[in-house]
């Protein structure tokens, strides 16, 4: 019994979108940006589509425009359930790779594919939420004077962890001549403007370090 709001147009209930969101949503600096979702599977069969569910809620915050899932080579289902939850969301784009080369492979091959301003990288495994997040950081996040490429920290992590991680920075910022800070963090929000040559990228886990650098 609405009106009909349009397709850019957004109701507003009690229920629906808390203040802070809207707020954000309306006069935060990335809602004027287009945003792709884009995430690599390898079989994930089991969490896709809590995964999924757990990405829709970034929509609150962000206009996005598009979801780039990658079936990277996996031997379980997960190919069939993209292509099931595909059918019900026109957002989500699949891309399909036969043979499982590593993360980064299937992170380039998702990145060719979108097609927005700026793209969210996050695991599958849910390890991450991106909606607690940007939930967490609204304030920090709208403080910010113009839209940023935004690396999260890993927090409550292992003294040894930290340690280690903290040695192999140290020498990275000696061969890059550099500081460099924490980069394997999850979620990513980048500009996909500043990624410079996708295909050059790592085919493994060090492409998330390919991405900080071609940032700095």
């Avoid at 957004?10 to 949503?25: Q, T």
Wanted: with cysteine; proline share 3%; charged share 25%.
């Amino acid at each position: 019994g609405k009106p009909w709001c349009g397709l850019d147009g957004w109701y507003l209930d009690d229920k629906n979108i808390s203040i802070e969101e809207f707020i954000f949503k309306f006069s935060g600096p990335y809602w004027y940006k287009t945003i792709n979702i884009l995430i690599p599977f390898f079989n994930e069969e089991n969490n896709i589509k809590k995964t999924h569910e757990a990405h829709k809620r970034v929509e609150k915050f962000f206009n996005v425009t598009g979801y780039v899932y990658v079936n990277n080579g996996s031997s379980d289902n997960t190919l069939e359930i993209l292509e099931e939850i595909a059918s019900l969301d026109k957002k989500i784009t699949i891309v399909s790779i036969k043979s499982h080369i590593g993360y980064g492979n299937g992170l380039k091959e998702g990145l060719m594919k979108t097609s927005s301003d700026m793209v969210l990288i996050n695991h599958a495994d849910l390890q991450f939420d991106p909606y607690a997040f940007f939930y967490s950081n609204l304030e920090a996040i709208t403080s910010l004077e113009k839209p940023t490429n935004i690396f999260s920290n890993r927090l409550n992590r292992k003294k040894s962890e930290r340690i280690n991680s903290s040695i192999l920075r140290v020498i990275l910022s000696l061969i890059y001549f550099n500081k460099i800070s924490d980069f394997n963090g999850q979620p990513k929000l980048i500009f996909k403007n500043t990624i410079k040559e996708i295909k050059h990228l790592s085919n493994n886990f060090c492409i998330d370090l390919d991405l900080y650098l071609s940032l700095i």
